[in-house]
């Protein structure tokens, strides 16, 4: 007998149509007569939302949490970077400020020796849950006095530059110290001064900053905008489809995650949207106006901006405008505005080139700011030393 006749409910059991009606017969709201599209499109919602809510919920707990917590215990501090190279300038401080997406200017600082011909020089830290650039002035302050330093020279690096000159306005008008010099290393001086596709990445920041809980502080936001900034080094756009090439992304995500996220000198993003708001909200003119007006008891200051020769090299500040604004600010007849532009150089990077900006800042930058803080007929009454 043939193993069909044998078990004759064995096909019976697999016939199709059978199998849908029982599908329907067991399936959810099978027996539901009233309202059943309703209903199930209300429970689907549900599930959708609690799926949701237990996926916020574990972002919080994991992601935004320990970060907030973190950011709380942050404040700013002022670092020792090195001694002057000639004792006699110990009256002198150098105060180094880094630029957007940095929390640390030490190593910016410690790549330039050249500042020490100065005095003696130190780096900010600044506060990663944001910027009050009063408190970094009353910092500086502070340490000046305990150091018996009477004279201040500023620098700041990109964006770090709109932070200096803040500082600066402060500085030079609501204490006794002396602001003898601030260098702008390619420094946007207003929004317009940035260019087109970086003031783009600023813009989309604040934007996500302004409607998605926990911004601020998500490591898991930073990942994935500082990794999209990186595209051009792992996508090769073809038409309408991006090709990505695997293993240069998993290079770009490891450095991410090691400079970017589990770095103690990285900015956090709420560093990051105060740094960019302090370039959107165009303050850095005011604040070089106020440098130009004359203070009763003190010379104005010198305003240094060093750039590279050919704009087309920083590929995030249009360095041109910023000059072209410079001039019209702090130059002129009057003025006391030096441009210097070293050929090699990029965007504010004197770790990548030190020997370029090591160079101007011997060979240009120093004389003329010793010839504004030490001018042969000067008559400004001493400061306190303390």
Known sequence: MSSTNRHPSTVADYDDARRRI??????????????????LVLLRSIVVVVA??????????????????????????????AP????????????????????????????????RHFGVVWAVRYDNAGIDTLVIAELIVQATQLAGVRDIVLVGH??????????????HWGSDRRLVAVLLDCTPV???AVRPESRSRGTDLMRLMGWLPGARESRILRLAVEITARRDRFANRDGMIADIDHSALRAVAAEVLRDKIFSRDAASNGLIHAQFLAIVGGGAADDLRALARSHPDKPRPAIVFIRPMDAARDHV???????????????????????????????????????????????????????????PDDQQPSLPDN
Do not use: C, K
């Open 52 to 81: 949701a809510l237990t996926v916020f919920a574990q972002y919080w707990q994991h992601d935004v949490t320990p970060e907030r917590e973190r950011l709380a215990r942050t404040e700013p501090g002022l670092l020792p970077v």
């Open 317 to 375: 500040v249009d360095v041109d405008h910023s000059h072209r604004v410079l001039v019209d600010l702090a130059g002129g007849v009057d003025g006391t505005l030096l441009v210097v532009r070293p050929r090699l150089i990029g965007h504010a990077d004197p770790r990548r080139h030190p020997d370029e900006y090591n160079t101007v800042i011997e060979s240009q930058v120093l004389h003329f700011v010793q010839r504004h803080q030490h001018p």
């Open 158 to 171: 990109s964006m770090g530059g709109v932070i200096a000159l803040e500082v600066a306005r402060h500085l």
């Open 22 to 39: 029982r599908l329907r017969e067991t399936r959810l709201g099978a027996g539901w007569r009233s309202w059943r599209r309703t209903r």
């Open 84 to 115: 002057p190279y000639d004792e006699r300038r110990s009256d002198t401080a150098v105060v180094d400020m880094v630029g957007l997406g940095g929390l640390n200017a030490e190593p910016t600082a410690t790549a330039l020796p050249a500042l």
């Open 190 to 192: 207003d929004l317009n």
